[in-house]
Structure formats: structure tokens, C-alpha cells
């Protein structure tokens, strides 16, 4: 009997410990943030920490209002988006492709791999005053810079995710007969997949890093902008604004990867949580 | 006799330098049933990779020869090689052609229907274990070589895979080679086991008792006690070298 009463009380445990896992993982990780911002306000209203060097949180708040109503906060932060968004596609598309040619064909490989590796040697932000004496201060230099940014750590990624897929399970796909484009959709690409999508992950955090470089350095709008002009008419609420906008998209963007990445490898063991296809 | 026959001449492998297999002469006849037993690391999963053709010997021949094409060949591996990233259906139609159909029949009969849509994180060894069996089964293939395939089964569950092998091989004739740790296995199962050892084959038995096999059958012990002795002067002369 007291063998039976203990199970029970384990399983009531057990249960307990779930939801409290629950509340833990999405409420705990808001107190930090949330607890700063309050100490901050208070900080800066009751005038420890000058305005003039920190402006406070509500501030900061007014500002983002203020240029959210004559419209430049939305359009700002639409450009910088789709800067993002083209630059990144590109370049992780076109390391994504260099990437399967060169994991896939040794031919390429020898041809190619070293030059590319040289090549992501050189800081790309190295070339920004190359960038703008070709191309001026136009949309271009931007959408390059970003481009290349994405481009290694999706190649590299892929590359090395080709070239070490287990080949135990590459012997298993030819002795049971799969032919070699079947090998490489059925047992290349699925084994190179993880690798694949955390060099899309970085090179996404170097996007922003070269959009937020590019675009302090030579341009008429986007975030980076809004900060050029704000550093020249003294406004430290709206630099900080920016950071805080920096600092939120870099998360989306990584928060939407993860997602993508959780239902992509919803096989792996670390990422399965033993449900159905 | 359907089935591919195979047959070895004097087939020798070195890893390394380190001779593994040493003057393997072997002839295994269409539709055989054959076990290999013998010590581990005595050299029975090369002894398969080298009939499978997926290493090449480092001396000597070997041959298949099934009537009319060339011979299918599948090899369940030691280890259950499972692609973590395909159902366990999408893991047993690997390679699979035609008869898809077959995949539902086979899963139920290795007792694992119901559970096609999983990924195998979800499974458990002997799960997995059947999966791959299912695997190298639904192929048909002219011979089947098996490597250790009950290996991580309770003995209920053993007994039964024991049992869908022999109905399959009535239904579908064909050649087998098993590799089996279990001497009562291999005298259940075949129609020759044969003990490998010091790089050859030490034993070879054949052995026609009529079918289904007992366990109880006084001439099936009389010949586990043989091959277990083989078994033992083989781990002794294992540990006077080690
Ligand atoms: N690819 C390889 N490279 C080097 N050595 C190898 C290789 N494959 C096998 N060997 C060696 O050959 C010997 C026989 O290995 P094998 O896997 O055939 O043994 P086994 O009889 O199947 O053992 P077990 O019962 O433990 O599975 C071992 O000493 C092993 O270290
Ligand atoms: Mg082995």
C-alpha cells in the first residue's frame, strides 16, 4: 500500500513540476528586462541618473510616438526591414547554392573551396569605402555588404554539413539501393539540414550587424539613418530608440529562425518532443 | 531452390596490417540457411561486409550467382542504422520500388503497427531493431544477411521474430546468413552454423533436423553443447592471448 500511495504522490509531483516548468519558461525570462525598465524610470525620475546622459524609459517612448505619428518611425524601420530581407536572401540563397555545388561535387570542391575560404577571410565592413566610392551612397552598397555577410556562414555551414553526414548511413543508402540523386535527397541534404540552418541563423545576426554599419555610415533612410540624424541634433532618446529597435528585430528574427528550425528537425533528438509526423 | 549461392576462395581481409580473416573457403548453396557464431571481434560482421560487397577482401575471391540476374543482396546491420529523419515507414520503403504495399504487412508482422508515423527517437532499441528488420525484409532480396538481428530483443519478442523469419523463408525461399551471439538460435533457425574463429572457420555443421525445431529437441542439445564448447576454447584462447 505504501508503495502504491508513494507512486501517487510522484505522479502528483511530476505534475506539478510540468506547469511549473510552464509558468518558468515564459513568465521568468520577462523579469529581468521588465525590472531594469522599472528601476531605470525610477532612476531617471527621481534624477540619480541625468536625463541628459540616459534619457528615461518614457521618454524614449515619447519619442518612438512622436515619430511613429508623422510617420518616419514606420517608414524607417519598413526600409531597414526589406534591406534586411533582400541582402539576406541573397546572400544566404547564393551560400546555400555555392554550398550544396562544392559539399557535393569534389570537382567544384577543388576547384572553388579554397578561393572562397580565402575570400571569407577579409572583414566584409572592410570594404565599406570601397562600396561607397563604386556605388555611391544608393540603395547598392548596402544591399552588397548584407549579401555578403549572409553568404559565408550559409556556405561554410552547408559545405561542412555535407561533407560530414555519417558514412555509415551513406553505405546504408547505396547497399539498399538508392541511387545517387536519391542519396542526396534522401540522406544527404536531411543529414546536412541542422548545420544548414544554424549557419542561416548566424548569418542572419551578421545581416543586421552590417545593416546597422552600413547604414550609420552613408544613408538617407532606415534605422540607421534615424540614428545619423539624431547623433547630429543632440536627440540620445531617439539613439536609444534605435538600439531598442536594433535589439527587437535581431530577436524576431531569431525567434521566427527557431521556429522554422523546430519544425524542420522535429525528428532530432534534440528538438523532438516525441509527437507524430 | 531459389536464392542466390555464394561461394568464397580462400578470401582473406587485413585492417591496418592486423590480419582479420585468413584462407576463407566457403560454399553456401542456394536457399541455405546458414548461422555464423563465434567469439566477439573474431570477424563475423566483416565476414558479411565482404559477402555483401560493401568491402572488398584483401585476398581471394568471392562470388554470388543467382539463376538469371544478378544477385539482390541486403544486409540488416549490426547497428540499426535508422535515418532519424524519416518515419519509421518512410525508413522501411528506403529504397523500395514497387510493393509499397508490403510495407503495412511487414510492420504489423514485426509488431509495430500503428506506429509508422513516429520518428525513431521515439523508439526503443528493440524497436528500432525491428524496424531495420523490416527494413532488410521487405526488399526480398536473393540472400539476406543478417547481422545480429535479435540482438537487443526480450526472449518473447525474439522468439517471435524467430518465427516470422521461418514463415517469411517457407512463403519466399532464399538464402540467409545469420550472425547470432545465441548457439540455440542458430540450431533453431538453420540448416548450417558455422563457428568463426582465429580468422577461419573452425566448425562447420550441417545439420537437417525436419521443422518446426524444439528447443527441447535432445539432438539439438546434444549440438549446442558441441558449439558451446567450440564457443569456449575460443573465449580461453582469446584470454591466453590477451
Ligand atoms: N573498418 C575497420 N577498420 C579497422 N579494423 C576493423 C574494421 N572493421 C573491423 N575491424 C576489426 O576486425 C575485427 C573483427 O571485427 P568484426 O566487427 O568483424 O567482429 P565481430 O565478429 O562481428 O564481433 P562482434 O560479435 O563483437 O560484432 C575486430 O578486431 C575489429 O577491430
Ligand atoms: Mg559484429
Same mark, same amino acid.
Given at each position: 500500500?505504501?508503495?502504491?500511495?508513494?507512486?501517487?504522490?510522484?505522479?502528483?509531483?511530476?505534475?506539478?513540476?510540468?506547469?511549473?516548468?510552464?509558468?518558468?519558461?515564459?513568465?521568468?525570462?520577462?523579469?529581468?528586462?521588465?525590472?531594469?525598465?522599472?528601476?531605470?524610470?525610477?532612476?531617471?525620475?527621481?534624477?540619480?541618473?541625468?536625463?541628459?546622459?540616459?534619457?528615461?524609459?518614457?521618454?524614449?517612448?515619447?519619442?518612438?510616438?512622436?515619430?511613429?505619428?508623422?510617420?518616419e518611425?514606420?517608414h524607417d524601420i519598413l526600409v531597414s526591414l526589406r534591406r534586411v530581407a533582400i541582402g539576406f536572401s541573397i546572400g544566404?540563397?547564393s551560400?546555400?547554392?555555392?554550398?550544396?555545388?562544392?559539399?557535393?561535387?569534389?570537382?567544384?570542391?577543388?576547384?572553388?573551396?579554397?578561393?572562397?575560404?580565402?575570400i571569407?577571410?577579409i572583414p566584409h565592413l572592410a570594404l565599406v569605402p570601397l562600396m561607397i566610392l563604386w556605388f555611391g551612397i544608393g540603395e547598392e552598397p548596402r544591399l552588397i555588404l548584407v549579401a555578403m555577410g549572409s553568404l559565408f556562414?550559409?556556405?561554410?555551414?552547408?559545405?561542412?554539413?555535407?561533407?560530414?553526414?555519417?558514412?555509415?548511413?551513406?553505405?546504408?543508402?547505396?547497399?539498399?539501393?538508392?541511387?545517387?540523386?536519391?542519396?542526396?535527397?534522401?540522406?544527404?541534404?536531411?543529414?546536412?539540414?541542422?548545420?544548414?540552418?544554424?549557419?542561416?541563423?548566424?548569418?542572419?545576426?551578421v545581416a543586421w550587424l552590417t545593416l546597422v554599419v552600413g547604414e550609420t555610415i552613408a544613408s538617407r533612410d532606415g534605422v540607421g539613418y534615424l540614428v545619423q540624424n539624431a547623433r547630429e541634433l543632440?536627440?540620445?532618446?531617439?539613439?536609444?530608440?534605435a538600439?531598442?529597435?536594433y535589439?527587437?528585430?535581431?530577436?524576431?528574427?531569431?525567434?521566427?529562425?527557431?521556429?522554422?528550425?523546430?519544425?524542420?528537425?522535429?525528428?532530432?533528438?534534440?528538438?523532438?518532443?516525441?509527437?507524430?509526423? | 531452390?531459389?536464392?542466390?549461392?555464394?561461394?568464397?576462395?580462400?578470401?582473406?581481409?587485413?585492417?591496418?596490417?592486423?590480419? %582479420?580473416?585468413?584462407?576463407?573457403?566457403?560454399?553456401?548453396? *542456394?536457399?541455405?540457411?546458414?548461422?555464423?557464431?563465434?567469439?566477439?571481434?573474431?570477424?563475423?560482421?566483416?565476414?558479411?561486409?565482404?559477402? *555483401?560487397?560493401?568491402?572488398?577482401?584483401?585476398?581471394?575471391?568471392?562470388?554470388?550467382?543467382?539463376?538469371?540476374?544478378?544477385?539482390?543482396?541486403?544486409?540488416?546491420?549490426?547497428?540499426?542504422?535508422?535515418?532519424?529523419?524519416?518515419?519509421?515507414?518512410?525508413?522501411?520503403?528506403?529504397?523500395?520500388?514497387?510493393?509499397?504495399?508490403?510495407?503495412?504487412?511487414?510492420?504489423?508482422?514485426?509488431?509495430?503497427?500503428?506506429?509508422?508515423?513516429?520518428?525513431?527517437?521515439?523508439?526503443?532499441?528493440?524497436?528500432?531493431?525491428?524496424?531495420?528488420? *523490416?527494413?532488410?525484409?521487405?526488399?526480398?532480396?536473393?540472400?539476406?544477411?543478417?547481422?545480429?538481428?535479435?540482438?537487443?530483443?526480450?526472449?518473447?519478442?525474439?522468439?517471435?521474430?524467430?518465427?516470422?523469419?521461418?514463415?517469411?523463408?517457407?512463403?519466399?525461399?532464399?538464402?540467409?546468413?545469420? %550472425?547470432?551471439?545465441?548457439?540455440?538460435?542458430?540450431?533453431?533457425?538453420?540448416?548450417? %552454423?558455422?563457428?568463426?574463429?582465429?580468422?577461419?572457420?573452425?566448425?562447420?555443421?550441417?545439420?537437417?533436423?525436419?521443422?518446426?525445431?524444439?528447443?527441447?529437441?535432445?539432438?539439438?542439445?546434444?549440438?549446442?553443447?558441441?558449439?558451446?564448447?567450440?564457443?569456449?576454447?575460443?573465449?580461453?584462447?582469446?584470454?591466453? %592471448?590477451?
Amino acid at each position: 500500500m505504501t508503495v502504491v500511495a508513494d507512486v501517487s504522490r510522484l505522479s502528483k509531483a511530476a505534475g506539478l513540476h510540468q506547469r511549473g516548468l510552464a509558468w518558468r519558461s515564459v513568465v521568468l525570462p520577462w523579469f529581468l528586462p521588465l525590472g531594469l525598465l522599472l528601476v531605470w524610470q525610477f532612476l531617471s525620475a527621481t534624477g540619480i541618473v541625468s536625463t541628459a546622459i540616459v534619457p528615461a524609459p518614457s521618454d524614449i517612448w515619447d519619442a518612438a510616438r512622436q515619430l511613429a505619428k508623422r510617420g518616419e518611425l514606420q517608414h524607417d524601420i519598413l526600409v531597414s526591414l526589406r534591406r534586411v530581407a533582400i541582402g539576406f536572401s541573397i546572400g544566404a540563397l547564393s551560400g546555400l547554392l555555392f554550398g550544396l555545388a562544392v559539399g557535393l561535387f569534389e570537382l567544384l570542391h577543388d576547384l572553388f573551396d579554397r578561393s572562397l575560404q580565402m575570400i571569407r577571410t577579409i572583414p566584409h565592413l572592410a570594404l565599406v569605402p570601397l562600396m561607397i566610392l563604386w556605388f555611391g551612397i544608393g540603395e547598392e552598397p548596402r544591399l552588397i555588404l548584407v549579401a555578403m555577410g549572409s553568404l559565408f556562414p550559409v556556405y561554410i555551414n552547408t559545405v561542412g554539413g555535407i561533407r560530414n553526414v555519417d558514412p555509415k548511413l551513406i553505405e546504408l543508402g547505396r547497399s539498399y539501393g538508392l541511387g545517387r540523386a536519391e542519396l542526396v535527397w534522401s540522406i544527404i541534404l536531411p543529414a546536412a539540414l541542422q548545420p544548414i540552418l544554424v549557419g542561416m541563423r548566424y548569418a542572419l545576426g551578421v545581416a543586421w550587424l552590417t545593416l546597422v554599419v552600413g547604414e550609420t555610415i552613408a544613408s538617407r533612410d532606415g534605422v540607421g539613418y534615424l540614428v545619423q540624424n539624431a547623433r547630429e541634433l543632440l536627440r540620445i532618446d531617439i539613439i536609444v530608440l534605435a538600439i531598442i529597435l536594433y535589439a527587437i528585430a535581431g530577436w524576431l528574427s531569431d525567434l521566427v529562425t527557431r521556429l522554422i528550425e523546430r519544425r524542420l528537425l522535429r525528428w532530432h533528438p534534440s528538438y523532438a518532443d516525441r509527437v507524430k509526423a | 531452390m531459389s536464392g542466390a549461392s555464394v561461394s568464397l576462395r580462400s578470401v582473406g581481409k587485413s585492417f591496418a596490417g592486423r590480419t %582479420v580473416l585468413n584462407g576463407v573457403d566457403l560454399d553456401i548453396a *542456394a536457399g541455405q540457411f546458414v548461422s555464423i557464431i563465434g567469439p566477439s571481434g573474431a570477424g563475423k560482421s566483416t565476414l558479411l561486409r565482404l559477402v *555483401a560487397g560493401l568491402d572488398a577482401p584483401s585476398r581471394g575471391r568471392i562470388e554470388l550467382r543467382a539463376t538469371g540476374h544478378k544477385a539482390d543482396v541486403r544486409l540488416m546491420f549490426q547497428e540499426d542504422r535508422l535515418l532519424p529523419w524519416r518515419t519509421v515507414l518512410g525508413n522501411v520503403l528506403l529504397g523500395v520500388k514497387g510493393r509499397k504495399g508490403d510495407a503495412g504487412r511487414i510492420l504489423d508482422a514485426v509488431g509495430l503497427q500503428g506506429r509508422e508515423s513516429e520518428f525513431p527517437v521515439g523508439l526503443s532499441g528493440g524497436q528500432r531493431q525491428r524496424v531495420a528488420l *523490416a527494413r532488410a525484409l521487405i526488399h526480398e532480396p536473393d540472400l539476406l544477411l543478417l547481422d545480429e538481428p535479435f540482438g537487443a530483443l526480450d526472449a518473447i519478442t525474439r522468439a517471435a521474430m524467430q518465427l516470422l523469419l521461418e514463415q517469411l523463408l517457407v512463403a519466399r525461399p532464399r538464402t540467409v546468413v545469420l %550472425v547470432t551471439h545465441d548457439v540455440e538460435e542458430a540450431l533453431l533457425l538453420s540448416d548450417r %552454423v558455422l563457428l568463426v574463429k582465429d580468422g577461419g572457420i573452425a566448425r562447420d555443421l550441417i545439420f537437417d533436423q525436419p521443422r518446426p525445431r524444439h528447443r527441447s529437441d535432445p539432438a539439438l542439445a546434444t549440438l549446442k553443447e558441441e558449439l558451446l564448447d567450440g564457443l569456449l576454447t575460443a573465449e580461453r584462447d582469446l584470454a591466453a %592471448v590477451a
